[in-house]
């Protein structure tokens, strides 16, 4: 039986823990801040503990140094994540067009043969229902028409 003093004893939780999958980004200036902070650090452990209280790993560091070095700090705009967008000379979009051009071209010849196959099956059902009812079909020869 549960009473109301057990309910008021249950522990609640102090801290919700963030939603997972979402990385964390770091702005310039605060890349800029932790690098003169961890500069400043003289005396053995200093470093450790300022990671520690930030939350960051080693690695963040060496990453921003190296960014830091390339001048990315210095740009006015983060830089641009992904590949590189491929710039198609004049060679690249013809070939593209007639890529294009070709794969229209096949689907139209395939359409074309299911029509003829559709038509074909269509010629024979007639002569077989003609020859079930006993009408006379005289064939015509492929070089008449």
Not at 37 to 54: A, Q
Request: charged fraction near 40%.
């Amino acid at each position: 039986m549960a009473t109301q003093e057990d309910d008021k004893l249950e522990v609640q939780p102090t801290e919700v823990k963030p939603k997972s999958g979402s990385r964390r980004t770091y702005t310039i200036a605060y890349k800029r801040r932790i690098l003169t902070l961890v500069d400043h650090c003289t005396k053995p452990g200093e470093v450790g503990r300022l990671l520690r209280r930030e939350g960051l790993y080693s690695s963040h560091l060496t990453d921003w140094r190296r960014q830091q070095v390339e001048g990315v700090f210095d740009r006015a705009e983060p830089p641009i994540r992904g590949p590189k967008p491929r710039v198609l000379d004049e060679r690249d979009q013809r070939i593209t067009e007639l890529e294009r051009d070709k794969a229209l071209l096949e689907r139209k010849v395939h359409q074309e043969t299911l029509r003829a196959q559709k038509a074909e099956a269509q010629v024979e059902f007639q002569k077989k229902i003609a020859y079930l009812l006993g009408a006379d079909i005289t064939e015509l020869r492929d070089d008449v028409c």
